[in-house]
């Protein structure tokens, strides 16, 4: 009969240490009232952690174990940070009393903060962000922000700490199933919270980032906004309907927009967009204090609001009829005819024209009209008239012509024939093979 070692005895010999665990609470154990697929008992554990040494949580931390031969049963250490109960037990290994050991720990100057708040956290950032972001991404964060704490509210997350990959993956399949935000929004917010906890790992507010290893959405070609003249055929037919309907577009309520009851505004903003290639908010600010006329054209230099943090000038031309055209209108701030000079209106004012775009595309049976799309046209017009890649991604305020020739190359008809024309010419060409001269120990 084989020997059985006693239940005291292995406990006596397995235990040589005081070792703290977890004493969660049922809240934790199930999750919050109607949402058991947070509470740990649903939820995979980090790697190399368990429920007992799971340290995220602000649950108690407990101990016990056996240490020089006595025997110490389960007791509140006192602490919910875990590492603060490590250093409790280490101290009561070391012979020191409870009294003294949890003295020690509380009086240990930590070297980094160990619990902070969801709201501290957030509050840290925002203020950090501030200092170096422009105005759009700072938008983006104080968003994420607002929807981060109203999330976490619902389900009673209150500590950095708490939030783990499990919680992020709930939290992304609510954007897809019950807000369905395309894949550039999605990838959008996934870029902004990852940063988010980049920096709270860098302020060693956390050990490691709880989307490390989540996958980064895919931003698929189809999804994004497709590059589409107004007239893909060639021509302006399409151009023309639309300002037809733009300029039908008039009513005389006092409470309309300046667009509304003076059409000719929106006309000409549809025009400049047209003509220059400039971006929605770009034209919308045009300032015609800024253009330096001649007897041929109008020349504007500005810095794109999208790019303005590199402070790059952007240099563009205007035909001399819509330069008149531009200066005809009455002003609504010095130099704006189309802004007031409020920086607060520039949203309301840019929703108003896409809307207004859009209204007059359907009226005049051209699918997802948009102010992006005059763009594109100018582009794709002056590619095909012969103008230089490298010029038209100047008057457009690209970067590099990469940019430019990603988005617009396909749509140049010049390029395609020649590429055709090289292709039938190999096709047409006789093969030329080359007879290699024999070796001597091939003959």
Known sequence: MPFRVPWCTTTLYTNLMLTPFRRHTGECLNGPEGHPELGLLRRKMPKGQ?????????????????????????????????????????????GKSEQAAAATVAAAAPTAPETVSLEDALAKWDTASTLKLGESTMA?????????????GKYGITQLSEIDADFIELWRTEWVAVEEIRATTHHTRFITLASFFNFAVKRKWLAESPMHGIEKPRQNPASKETTIPLDPEGGEANYLRVLAALGRMASKDPRAGAFRREPARIVALAKLWYETGMRSQDGLRFD?????????????????????????????????????????????SPGHPFWDGLESSIPGL???????????????FVTDCHPHRFRDSFAVNKLNAGARMEDVSRWLGHT?????????????????????????????????????PKTRKQA
Request: aromatic content about 12%; some cysteine; hydrophobic content about 35%.
């Open 50 to 94: 368990t429920l007992r040494t799971y340290t995220a949580c602000t649950c108690p931390v407990w101990y016990s174990g056996t240490w020089n031969g006595k025997r110490h049963p389960r007791k509140s250490t006192g602490f919910k940070s875990w590492a603060k109960a490590e250093g409790f037990c280490q101290n009561l290994m070391a």
């Open 140 to 152: 983006n964060h104080k968003l994420m922000a607002q929807r981060l704490r109203a999330f976490c």
């Open 288 to 332: 015609t204090r800024k253009a330096v006329v001649d007897d041929e054209c109008a020349m504007y230099e500005f810095v794109p609001f999208k790019t303005r943090k590199y402070g790059v000038v952007c240099t563009t031309f205007l035909s001399l009829g819509l330069w008149k055209e531009l200066c005809a209108l009455t002003p609504l």
């Open 350 to 364: 840019e929703t108003r024209a896409y809307q207004l775009v859009h209204e007059a595309g359907e009226q005049a």
């Open 400 to 436: 590099n012509t990469r940019t430019t020739e990603k988005y617009y190359a396909p749509w140049v008809k010049s390029r395609q024939d020649v590429s055709r024309a090289s292709f039938l010419r190999t096709i047409e060409a006789p093969q030329n093979v080359v007879v290699m």
